[in-house]
């Protein structure tokens, strides 16, 4: 069973455009965080959110959590080639050590 | 050293051997993970370390996979019996604090093991 889906798996797109990666999930978490990971490499944290409703931003990424702590999304504005790679979200349920890692979405972004 | 490190970076091995992956996380760290990633998907959990508490096992696919973490630092992650189904990347991870909300997982580069 997969606790955490992302949408869409495979997204490639021209450099300039806009796009957004979703986190969904029917299961409540404490926190839910973002990762990017290059081939051949681990997953390095682009951010956490803890709170419902939350919106962060990095540089030209926004990360917002849902209202209900179920869902989250990823919007990358202008687009370049260096934002390419595997993007994962990870959930961390209200009790347990686990973090529950989405099915990823793979971004390529064409120069 | 300044990051995770994992070894060996790639491993080939028959079905029905026994194959050991290493993980020296970073100095300090208290919590390791275990994951598994098959080619392009997510992460899935295997085990956790948490201090000098007993570890979260839960995510074990089956009892030919066992994992240690010697004095609090180095973990080795075995898996007995190698299945082709075992195929992934092993990947781990280390925190500061661990079972905490804002926890910074800090991944290495992985094991590629490959089962003929």
């Known amino acids: 069973t997969q606790l955490l889906e992302q949408s869409p798996q495979f997204l490639s797109i021209q450099e300039g455009e806009n796009l957004t990666v979703y986190c969904n999930s029917s299961?409540?978490?404490?926190?839910l965080q973002w990762y990017r990971q290059e081939p051949g490499e681990g997953p390095v944290l682009l951010v956490t959110?803890?709170?419902?409703?939350e919106v962060k931003k990095l540089k030209r990424l926004t990360f917002q959590f849902g209202d209900a702590r179920k869902d989250s999304s990823l919007h990358i504005t202008a687009a370049q080639p260096g934002d390419t790679g595997l993007y994962l979200c990870?959930?961390?349920?209200?009790?347990?050590?686990?973090?529950?890692f989405g099915t990823g979405t793979s971004l390529t972004v064409i120069p | 050293g300044a990051g995770v490190s994992q070894s060996p970076s790639n491993k080939v091995t028959e079905k029905g051997k026994d194959v050991e992956l290493r993980c020296d996380p970073i100095?300090?760290?208290?919590?390791l993970y275990w994951y598994r990633q098959s080619l392009g998907q997510g992460l899935e959990f295997l085990i956790y370390?948490?201090?000098?508490?007993?570890?979260?096992k839960s995510g074990l696919p089956s009892d030919r996979f066992s994992a240690e973490r010697t004095g609090g630092s180095v973990s080795t992650l075995t898996i007995q019996r190698t299945q082709q189904e075992d195929s992934a990347v092993y990947l781990c991870?280390?925190?500061?604090?661990?079972?905490?909300?804002?926890?910074?997982?800090?991944f290495g580069p992985g094991t590629r093991l490959t089962v003929l």
């Open positions: 991870a280390s925190s500061i604090v661990g079972a905490g909300n804002t926890d910074t997982q800090y």
């Open positions: 299961s409540v978490f404490s926190s």
């Open positions: 990870a959930g961390q349920p209200i009790t347990g050590n686990q973090f529950y």
């Open positions: 100095s300090g760290h208290t919590a």
């Open positions: 959110v803890v709170t419902g409703g």
């Open positions: 370390f948490q201090g000098n508490s007993a570890p979260d």
